[in-house]
């Protein structure tokens, strides 16, 4: 059924199962070996060498998850899956021996995280293709926070590949999950940056920018905002599913304050249709960066660095509440985060307030 052989000092075993063939690297010594062999057929023999019934190549299991996901989930979900799936596919190629989906192994996902810590990539953490194309701007490994969510990502798959009776284990299982020490604080706007922006921006997008930086609202989420979601006798706005879209972390309802709640009084008499969208930005024709690239204009304009992120709106929402005295799970809330973790990027914002909580303990 199987043999063992000899590459150097080093012994490796060879076994089929199921029409496939299993090498794997033992050790210096043939004894251990002989007994690794006899352990692989065993395994052979139960059928625990976790392979499912209808074993599938990882090019066309990953063209059937690509397909899936763009039945199943959002295009900019589509997108980030299949950019964590182009880097798994670029480390395969440097490693031997996977080509079937059960050929991916713990062993294989952890040698992954190596390759990807190590690896030199660009600011949007993609592997470099040589070393022509390291400069200034490019890091060595992708940051913990980035290789956690491709490992979390390739952990969903995998577990789409069980259901599917590809796989009997997911080989992320057991995976560690890396220490994030390594994330740069979010850049956020100061007051006088805010100013700056809201002065310099043309009456058509005043009040895009406006409302994102008082609600924190995600670009999809505003761009979706109809009149029928906000309530400006109760002062709301639901952020809920509509028939062609859904919220990225579910349903959920934002305060309005004041200044917004007059801005969208304003808008509401100028013609603001009860049936239609707030900001008509998704049938404007405009392309889908089209809110991105004016502000980067306008951040040039008003002369404020670094501004190139429509995200960076819904940072400085929440990094101000934050220290105006926010607590964090009140913030995670208004932010749509499903995980407090998320939220805690901004905890460093908050050491004089964390000081004051603490001060106000008394126990004697």
Not at 39 to 48: G, H, N, Q, T, Y
Not at 268 to 278: I, L, M, Q, R, T
Request: aromatic residues 8%.
């Amino acid at each position: 059924m199987g043999n063992i052989y000899k590459r150097g000092k080093i012994w490796y075993i060879d076994v089929r199962a199921k029409g496939r063939r299993i090498r794997k690297k033992i050790g210096s010594s043939k004894k251990i070996a002989e007994l690794a062999l006899k352990d692989a057929e065993v395994k052979i023999a139960r059928d625990e060498y976790g392979f499912g019934d209808n074993d599938i190549s990882l090019d066309k299991f990953i063209e059937r998850f690509i397909e899936y996901s763009h039945a199943n989930h959002r295009e900019a979900t589509t997108k980030r899956y299949s950019a964590v799936i182009d880097h798994f596919k670029a480390f395969i190629k440097t490693i031997r021996n996977v080509s079937f989906l059960s050929e991916v192994t713990t062993e294989v996902i952890d040698r992954y995280k190596i390759y990807r810590k190590s690896a030199w990539v660009n600011g949007n953490g993609f592997p470099v293709e040589n070393d022509e194309e390291v400069t200034d701007k490019t890091r060595k490994g992708a940051r913990a926070h980035t290789i956690n969510f491709e490992v979390d990502t390739l952990r969903m798959i995998f577990n789409l590949a069980i259901k599917w009776d590809y796989l009997k284990d997911n080989p992320t299982k057991g995976i560690k999950r890396l220490k994030v020490d390594d994330s740069k604080p979010p850049r956020f706007l100061t007051k006088k940056e805010c100013q700056k922006l809201l002065e310099s921006s043309p009456s058509e997008l005043y009040p895009v920018y406006f409302t994102f930086l008082n609600t924190g609202m995600r670009k999809a989420e505003l761009e979706n905002l109809q009149w029928a979601d906000i309530d400006l006798k109760r002062k709301r706005i639901r952020i809920r599913r509509k028939e062609n879209w859904q919220p990225k972390t579910g349903e959920r309802e934002l305060p309005i304050n004041d200044e917004l709640l007059q801005l969208l009084k304003d808008l509401k008499k100028e013609g603001g249709d009860s049936a239609g969208y707030v900001f008509d930005i998704i049938n404007s024709g405009h392309s889908h960066n089209w809110l991105r690239l004016e502000l980067i204009k306008i951040a040039r304009k008003a002369g404020i660095k670094d501004l190139t992120k429509i995200h960076t709106l819904r940072h400085t929402f929440a990094s101000h509440l934050v220290m105006n005295g926010v607590d964090l799970p009140t913030i995670k809330r208004l932010m749509g985060h499903t995980d407090i973790q998320t939220t805690m990027i901004y905890a460093h914002l908050a050491p004089e307030h964390l000081s004051d909580a603490v001060n106000r303990l008394s126990l004697a």
